[in-house]
Every structure is written in structure tokens, then in C-alpha cells.
């Protein structure tokens, strides 16, 4: 884990997001706390993390999300060699997923 970001004001952000009971509620202190672009700038980034953990090549993945190479590379550099934050959710997730498709 990345030292610089564990601080108080982060736990105490983690904190009002681990309260949080509904995507309703997500959406509304997200949009609160996010400006539109950081928002879906996010949602970008992890949209790429599931294509590419599904195999999806860069082509395909710009082409969908619009990413540029840039943030794909990043992403995929988070993957590989990240603290698997990505990988813990997909497990927890992967029904979801797996219905939407």
C-alpha cells in the first residue's frame, strides 16, 4: 500500500464511502465529492480494467471507452503490478458482471 495516500483525511473518506447503502447514495455523494470529469474519468478506468482483464486488446478498448493508450497502459500496469485491488473486486463483483452481459 501506497504510503503517501494513508493519511487521516483518506481514512476519514474511505470511511464516509464504506457508509454509503445504496447506489443511490453513491450517486448522490459522489457527485458531491467528484466534479462530472473525475467521476467519469473513474468509471473509464475501471470499465478498462474489465476489458482488459477479459482479454480485450487496446484497439477494442479505446474504441469503446474512449481511454487513450495512455490510460489503458496505466491501468494495465495496475493489474499487473498493483496492490490486485482490482482483482478483489471483480471476485466480489463477478455475478454482477456476469448478469449485465
Same mark, same amino acid.
Given at each position: 500500500?501506497? $504510503?503517501? @495516500?494513508?493519511?487521516?483525511?483518506?481514512?476519514?473518506?474511505?470511511?464516509? @464511502?464504506?457508509?454509503?447503502?445504496? $447506489?443511490?447514495?453513491?450517486? @448522490?455523494?459522489?457527485?458531491?465529492?467528484?466534479?462530472?470529469?473525475?467521476?467519469?474519468?473513474?468509471?473509464?478506468?475501471?470499465?478498462?480494467?474489465?476489458?482488459?482483464?477479459? $482479454?480485450?486488446?487496446?484497439?477494442?478498448?479505446?474504441? $469503446?471507452?474512449?481511454?487513450?493508450?495512455?490510460? @489503458?497502459?496505466?491501468?494495465?500496469?495496475?493489474?499487473?503490478?498493483?496492490?490486485?485491488?482490482?482483482?478483489?473486486?471483480?471476485?466480489?463483483?463477478?455475478?454482477?458482471?456476469?448478469?449485465?452481459?
Amino acid at each position: 500500500m501506497n $504510503k503517501k @495516500i494513508k493519511t487521516e483525511a483518506v481514512d476519514k473518506l474511505f470511511e464516509a @464511502i464504506l457508509s454509503l447503502e445504496s $447506489k443511490e447514495e453513491c450517486y @448522490i455523494f459522489f457527485e458531491d465529492l467528484c466534479t462530472v470529469n473525475e467521476l467519469l474519468s473513474l468509471s473509464q478506468r475501471y470499465e478498462v480494467a474489465t476489458m482488459l482483464s477479459a $482479454k480485450k486488446t487496446y484497439l477494442e478498448i479505446a474504441e $469503446k471507452t474512449g481511454a487513450s493508450t495512455a490510460t @489503458i497502459s496505466r491501468v494495465n500496469r495496475s493489474l499487473n503490478y498493483g496492490n490486485d485491488g482490482y482483482d478483489m473486486v471483480f471476485s466480489r463483483t463477478q455475478h454482477v458482471t456476469e448478469k449485465s452481459q
